[in-house]
């Protein structure tokens, strides 16, 4: 059967999962006992397994089919999660993540072979820390548990019963002896269950409940409770039962050390944690809970390939370009049954847009997702403690700004682990947590998305900034003397700039900030920095929400027609020509109590025939990028209408001041004005 028709597929659910797995790593590093989280990493394997097997994928199905293997005992609690242990499944990460791009690319799975990674594995297999047979005295060593009756505590027990204990409980391990000649001895450990749950709670048997149910053990069977009652009221109460002919009961002790420590347990949930359940329902009852939640959070989904979407998108945009059409036939042609249908076509297009618009938008978790790991390997890598805390991930993008924001973040935090946060020593001189702390945020402002990068680090010296411009011949040293705070932190974002001492696999080449700055400006968006020395940095991304459809105000420069973004515009304005002054080759106007620069499109755009040139009065179209305004004098105002982007197209591609394009509703072409390019 020919399998490459569901190759894609196969592509697209793969790179699901293995997102899923990233995160799941991400969280067992940090919750090394978290069963959940366990189970969802085992969940992933076996699913990557199946489907790879499914499809023939030899090398992705041994890898997993040993992942497996691993995972299951961490489960079981005969494998402690280490670092080195986590490093070893983000191997596997890696390695499954190339075999899927690979894929995606050549339709094979590459030439590197799965065989050293799956040696690792069989090594953590054959080297585990298997807690066989502990005791029930917690923090017993191996030899002493060699001596037990095969009754053992994992991690997780220990710290449970540690936590009951700092509770005032008591932990007992309890071993019943049934009457060889019983013939029901689940119903006799049915009811020795029921004994003990009036005055204690069970949270550990062996054989296993199941097992117990079944009647699959012989005549003893050993239980872990936890309760405030005596041994001696348990020993009365269960030697009573028909047929119990012993109930043998030893106190689990913790000693005073081990109670120090921590118990890895969370409080909240103690109580919870302490209730005996059912291993099978347990089970079933938290498949039911994580599908439901899974439900609820995921909703009702479709993929839809990007082209299908884009020409979607040109139908909405031929719509509102016939829309504008007709509300620009003229006024003594109009009739009431022609305003009637102008008003409906106008609802249907915007409500049109709009829900091409959601389909569109994309949360931004798609890009943040990466980070985690990202900042894990580099805080390793830079011997650096540092967490990161990410907020606003619901937020959603254009599927546009979305494929091209992941490189200018990838370098912001980079900068932020390398030169933002201290070195450990630095930070305890300092008065600082040894812990460095990033943040990454997102939410919406109006018909922007702000992105922060911020870092607790020891802010940027703008001194030092200023010494380095001088030396690389950017600046002269009296212009570096009268540099205000705004303008030196400008210097960064200059092409083959570095404040770093020495060139490292991490920075140092001078490539980064000014990549950062090209890439968002070429989004329409702007970056902005604010720093204190010795407390941190903080970057800010202004983004719009979207690149195909905008609010706009037409304007004319001479016989031609230009658009400018809506959300650039701060206010109209008019000025007298004669109020413009000259300070060092620029012209300004003093507005609104502040020097505000002027820009004549006129001149910029190289546009003949302007009737501003010969005006007492001036129109100004006042625009902002961040906190910085300028005054573009134009004609006249045409008025604000909903336009539609269009790209110049590779030739005319990097024509300077102009972002784009878009066709009017008489068919005029009207060229989208760079604001950002201006200022």
Do not use: W
């Amino acid at each position: 059967m020919d399998m490459n028709q569901y190759l894609e597929i196969f592509i697209e659910e793969s790179q699901e999962h293995l997102q899923s797995l990233n995160q799941s790593l991400l969280g067992l590093e940090t919750n090394p006992k978290d069963s959940k989280i366990l189970n969802e990493i085992f969940r992933v394997a076996h699913t990557l397994k199946g489907m790879s097997g499914t499809m023939g994928f030899n090398s992705m199905t041994s890898l997993t089919h040993q992942m497996e293997n691993v995972l299951d005992e961490i489960r079981n609690g005969k494998i402690d999660v280490t670092s080195s242990i986590v490093d070893v499944l983000f191997e596997c990460l890696d390695y499954l993540d190339n075999t899927v791009n690979n894929l995606a690319n050549t339709g094979k799975e590459g030439n590197r072979s799965a065989e050293d990674i799956i040696e690792k594995l069989n090594n953590i297999l054959q080297n585990k820390t298997a807690y066989v047979t502990p005791s029930p005295v917690v923090g017993q060593n191996k030899e002493e548990a060699a001596k037990n009756d095969g009754f053992s505590l994992n991690q997780y027990d220990e710290s449970l019963v540690k936590k009951a204990i700092q509770q005032g409980l008591n932990a007992y391990k309890i071993k019943i002896s049934l009457d060889k000649g019983c013939m029901l001895k689940s119903a006799r450990a049915f009811i020795v269950f029921q004994t003990i749950e009036r005055n204690g709670e069970i949270f550990k048997s062996m054989p296993k409940v199941e097992d117990i149910e079944d009647e699959k053990f012989d005549t003893n069977f050993t239980l872990g409770i936890v309760s405030k009652e005596s041994q001696a009221l348990f020993k009365k109460e269960l030697e009573s039962i028909s047929e119990v002919t012993e109930a043998s009961i030893e106190e689990i002790i913790v000693s005073e050390q081990e109670l120090n420590k921590d118990t890895s347990i969370d409080t909240d949930n103690a109580d919870q944690d302490l209730q005996q359940v059912d291993p099978i329902e347990a089970v079933e009852k938290e498949g039911n809970e994580e599908t439901q939640n899974r439900k609820a959070k995921m909703g009702k989904t479709v993929r839809v390939d990007i082209d299908r979407l884009d020409n979607l998108m040109n139908l909405v945009s031929e719509l509102i370009i016939i829309k504008n059409g007709l509300e620009g036939i003229g006024t003594d042609a109009r009739s009431q049954d022609m305003n009637e249908a102008v008003e409906y076509l106008e609802r249907i297009t915007t409500n049109l847009h709009d829900a091409v618009m959601k389909v569109r938008m994309v949360p931004i978790e798609r890009v943040f997702n990466r980070f985690p790991r990202m900042v894990r390997d580099l805080s390793k890598e830079l011997g650096k403690d540092i967490t990161l805390t990410m907020s606003g991930e619901e937020t959603e993008l254009d599927r546009t700004v979305i494929d091209e924001i992941g490189d200018p973040l990838i370098h912001l935090i980079r900068n932020s682990l390398d030169h933002g946060i201290e070195e450990k020593e630095q930070r305890l001189k300092n008065n600082k947590s040894v812990t460095g702390r990033l943040f990454l945020r997102a939410y919406q402002d109006g018909n922007s998305v702000v992105i922060e990068v911020e870092d607790d680090g020891k802010g940027i010296d703008l001194e030092k900034v200023k010494k380095k411009a001088v030396d690389k011949g950017l600046l002269k040293h009296v212009e570096a003397l009268e540099l205000d705070e705004k303008s030196a932190v400008e210097l960064l974002f200059k092409p083959g700039f570095s404040t770093a001492e020495k060139v490292s696999d991490i920075s140092g080449r001078g490539v980064g900030l000014d990549v950062v700055k090209t890439k968002i400006e070429s989004l329409n968006g702007v970056v902005e920095v604010e720093t204190t020395i010795g407390k941190g940095s903080k970057f800010i991304i202004r983004l719009p929400l979207t690149l195909a459809i905008i609010q706009a105000l037409l304007v004319a420069v001479g016989n031609e027609k230009y658009a400018i973004p809506l959300n650039v515009i701060r206010d109209i304005t008019t000025i007298k020509a004669d109020s413009i002054r000259n300070i060092h080759g620029q012209e300004v106007v003093l507005n609104r109590d502040s020097v505000l620069p002027i820009v004549r499109l006129n001149k910029v755009l190289e546009v003949e025939n302007c009737s501003c040139e010969n005006e007492d009065e001036l129109t100004i179209v006042v625009v902002k990028k961040g906190d910085k305004h300028a005054g573009f004098i134009v004609d006249r105002l045409i008025g604000q209408q909903e336009i539609v982007i269009k790209t110049l197209g590779k030739f005319l591609s990097g024509i300077r001041f102009i972002a784009g394009a878009t066709i009017l509703g008489d068919g005029q072409v009207a060229l989208i004005v760079d604001t950002n390019a201006l200022i």
